[in-house]
């Protein structure tokens, strides 16, 4: 196909594949007469897979993601489903990069279509086919149109209300005295220009100005259980704890009877808080399976961790230096409404509980930043608990902060 052509569907079930030399996040919209979502439900994704007639599909990372579309299923009103596409890792654009979206019978697997964008080049976000209805005939059209501002420009385009990170003020200039700062991540501060050269790295001290309650111990006394901002070296009898964890998130809804629908991630980033890749239900494997996700939690009831994430830490790459473990309500849901939140590690061969951090504190936010493992030069790991909200109902909104927090 080319950009603007169609055909007439001849299957009332139909999938849209997009397949990129790099991975790409797929999502379909449900578009009423105006052009736009009926509500928020409409938007469907990895973080909200299935709607009316209209299902997203994970490729696993070992195929495209998919988009499926029955027809026969689809409510009356919607006369219109967008198939979107944009590259996973966070800035990059499609300069370069040649998508293909392959239209197939659902039931059979064949193919009915394939189409490849033209001329891409900033665009970080792509209108690429749409389903619609003419004339009570379901069709299939190339679109291509691209987005500079990445998935929330075609979201709210089409009605979606995007509730991501606020904007950051600008970091202050540093004062003579300030503390030092991570040697690691010293030379790329966000919103401050890089130091020359010729200055010496901070030493590896402490974390700057830390709040009250901060501290580092260590694991040679057993279960140690945090405060907001404490430290705990992963060490035991002076050697490393280079071996499998898991990080248990779990929390409880603050009123009986009501479900709390909450998403638990990691974020992986490298030395100078570049961001490596993101490990949700959406993505269960990540950094060559060294880290992987057990799935998603749709109520959060129910004793025990809600949710489990595995890391490997003697399996990670050298340059997987920082790991930020959030919870995000994608429903809208706040934190106010949600009790007994905490996380734990764990160590994964015995299940014996290392470090727990029980969030003691709730704000009117959707998004919370709950611990982060940092990796020292000496090859040890510290966790620290956090218990900082956000403003963002999705992992990807959770990327800039938790880069600032490290």
């Known amino acids: 196909m080319t950009p603007g052509s169609n055909i007439p569907l001849t299957a009332a079930r139909v999938a849209v594949d997009v397949a990129a030399p790099v ?6 919209l449900l578009l009423g007469a105006n052009g736009k979502v009926r509500s928020d439900d409409d938007f469907i994704f990895y973080n909200q897979p299935a709607g009316p007639g209209v299902t997203y ?15 026969t299923a689809v409510p009356a009103g919607i006369e219109k489903i967008v198939v979107t596409a944009s590259p996973d890792a966070a800035g990059q654009t499609f300069q370069g990069i040649e998508p293909t979206a392959t239209l197939r019978n659902a039931d059979d697997g064949s193919v009915l279509a394939t189409f490849t964008p033209p001329q891409l080049g900033t665009e970080t976000a792509l209108v690429v086919v749409e389903i619609y209805l003419r004339n009570g005939a379901w069709k299939a059209r190339a679109v291509g149109q691209g987005y500079a501002n990445g998935l929330a420009g075609i979201a709210t385009d089409f009605g979606v209300s995007v509730d991501e990170e606020p904007t950051p003020a600008a970091a202050p200039t540093p004062a003579p005295a300030a503390p030092p700062v ?3 991540v010293a030379a790329t501060m966000p919103s401050m220009p890089a130091a020359p050269a010729a200055t010496p790295p901070a030493p590896p001290a402490a974390p700057a100005a830390p709040a009250p309650g901060a501290g580092k111990i260590n694991l040679d006394k057993g ?6 901002n404490q430290t705990v070296s992963l060490v035991k009898g002076g050697r490393p704890l280079l071996s499998q964890v898991k990080m248990g998130l779990g929390w409880e809804p603050a009123y009986r009877g009501k479900d709390i629908d909450l998403d638990a991630s990691v974020i992986a980033y490298g030395p100078q ?18 880290i992987k996700h057990s799935g998603d939690n749709l109520t959060g009831e129910g004793a025990g961790d809600d949710e489990v994430i595995v890391v490997d830490l003697g399996r990670l790459p050298a340059d997987a230096t920082g790991l930020v473990f959030t919870v995000n309500s994608f429903s809208g849901q706040k934190f106010t409404e949600v009790a007994k939140a905490y996380c734990r590690l764990m160590d994964a061969a015995t299940g014996e509980e290392l470090v727990r951090f029980d969030l003691t ?13 940092i990796k020292q030069f000496s090859g040890e790991w510290e966790m620290t608990a956090m218990g900082e909200f956000v403003k963002s109902r999705t992992v990807r909104g959770m990327v800039k902060p938790a880069a600032q927090a490290l």
């Not at 991975?23 to 379909?28: A, Y």
């Not at 504190?361 to 493992?373: H, Y």
């Open 23 to 28: 991975r790409l996040d797929v999502s379909g």
């Open 57 to 71: 599909r994970s490729g696993g990372g070992s195929a495209p993601d998919a988009i499926l579309v029955d027809t």
């Open 273 to 290: 808080r570049n961001h490596l890749d993101s490990c949700y239900f959406g993505k269960l494997s990540i950094l060559n399976g060294a």
């Open 223 to 228: 279960r140690v259980s945090l405060q907001k």
């Open 361 to 373: 504190t709730a704000e009117p936010q959707t998004g919370v930043m709950m611990a982060k493992l």
């Open 182 to 184: 991570d040697p690691r």
